[in-house]
């Protein structure tokens, strides 16, 4: 069953079901603008369009376009010149959510990071191996 929700683009409340974040009248334009989108490139004059163009083409947002981008209803493999942002640093990428740099940056990280723990466990080992107690005999 459906949530109430307000309309991202709108605001209107409205019932959100798992397949859109939008209002029913929100989701009929987005969907006038995929056809108007589509109907451009798929035109074989059209196929080389950048984004650019498109957009001016078509008068459609060009975060709208990214959107038909990332939820796969355009096929980058169509059309060579297209692509959307790397969720990072904005460079134009065509697969995945972030662009090769910022890929070997994340991998980096993480790898410098599990070094780190690493260092750590093996500090506080060696800590705790050379711990020794001692008890004090009383004579009596």
Known sequence: MGELANCLKCGVVFVRNQLRNVCPNCWKEEEQAYDEVYQYIRKRENRTATMEQVVEATGV??????KFIRS???LLAHFPNLGYPCEKCGTMIREGKLCVTCAKELKNDLANLYEEEKR?????NRSKAK?????ERKNS
Request: aromatic share 10%.
């Open 61 to 66: 947002n060009e975060e709208l376009i990214f």
């Open 72 to 74: 796969g209803r355009l």
């Open 120 to 124: 750590k466990k093996e500090l506080s």
């Open 131 to 135: 711990t020794y107690l001692t008890m």
